[in-house]
């Protein structure tokens, strides 16, 4: 039997925890949030229970648990910040491909060549860069694998700035880029 799911709770520009108990976590960094969209669940002496996006909730998800299946949470416990959509075009978000469209005239960062994109060196570890990090050239952004061989996609380049803050992740974890595809928005910091 699917139990009704319950709604999250708004405030501040988080979503936050209706009830005391697990969350089990749902959404990544990066991934879009609109009215009604799945957030994982929250277990309760036992029980779980979908938990979802309330109306008047969108934007881009920051600061989610990386690395966690579920997280001890208090009622009113913030669960993740949004981050509006102003900087990301929404309507290209496709869940199946993990792609997103930078906004109109930003800024961004592309796979210097096609493969499965990594924001973490390692399952268990905290990725490279969060949305709102400044960086500079050099710092490591995230990984290409190819052919089982990791390769590091740094930050810099023509027409970008020498110091500069993440706006938005354009692709998923573990998604699959082509050459020249936008992988990361910025702005100047």
Same mark, same amino acid.
């Given at each position: 039997?699917?139990? =009704?799911?319950?709604?999250?709770?708004?405030?501040?520009? &988080?979503?936050?925890?209706? &009830? #005391?108990?697990?969350? !089990?976590?749902? #959404?990544?960094?990066?991934?879009?949030?609109?009215?009604? &969209? =799945?957030? *994982?669940?929250?277990?309760?002496? *036992?029980? /779980?229970?979908?938990? %979802?996006?309330?109306?008047?909730?969108?934007?881009?998800?920051?600061?989610?648990?990386?690395?966690?299946? $579920?997280?001890?949470?208090? +009622?009113?416990?913030?669960?993740?910040?949004?981050?509006?959509?102003?900087?990301?075009?929404?309507?290209?978000?496709? =869940?199946?491909?993990?792609? $997103?469209?930078?906004?109109?005239?930003?800024?961004? %960062? $592309? &796979? =210097?060549?096609?493969? !499965?994109? +990594?924001?973490?060196?390692?399952?268990?570890?905290?990725? @490279?860069?969060?949305?709102?990090? /400044?960086?500079?050239?050099?710092?490591?952004?995230?990984?290409?694998?190819?052919?089982?061989? @990791?390769?590091?996609?740094? +930050?810099?380049?023509?027409?970008?700035?020498?110091?500069? $803050?993440? /706006?938005? @992740?354009?692709?998923?974890?573990?998604?699959? #880029?082509?050459?020249?595809?936008?992988?990361?928005?910025?702005?100047?910091?």
């Amino acid at each position: 039997m699917t139990r =009704p799911a319950v709604v999250a709770l708004w405030a501040d520009g &988080a979503l936050r925890s209706p &009830a #005391v108990g697990w969350w !089990r976590v749902g #959404v990544r960094d990066g991934a879009v949030v609109v009215p009604g &969209a =799945p957030l *994982g669940a929250i277990e309760t002496l *036992g029980v /779980v229970t979908p938990l %979802v996006a309330p109306d008047g909730a969108a934007g881009m998800v920051a600061g989610a648990p990386g690395g966690v299946a $579920r997280v001890a949470v208090g +009622y009113g416990d913030a669960l993740v910040r949004l981050v509006p959509l102003d900087g990301v075009a929404a309507a290209d978000d496709d =869940p199946a491909g993990g792609h $997103r469209a930078p906004a109109e005239g930003a800024m961004v %960062v $592309r &796979a =210097p060549t096609s493969g !499965r994109l +990594y924001r973490k060196p390692g399952p268990d570890r905290p990725p @490279f860069v969060e949305v709102g990090s /400044v960086v500079e050239p050099g710092a490591t952004l995230c990984l290409l694998e190819v052919m089982k061989t @990791f390769h590091r996609v740094a +930050y810099g380049g023509d027409g970008l700035p020498a110091r500069a $803050r993440v /706006v938005a @992740f354009l692709v998923d974890d573990e998604a699959d #880029v082509d050459a020249g595809d936008p992988i990361v928005q910025v702005e100047p910091a």
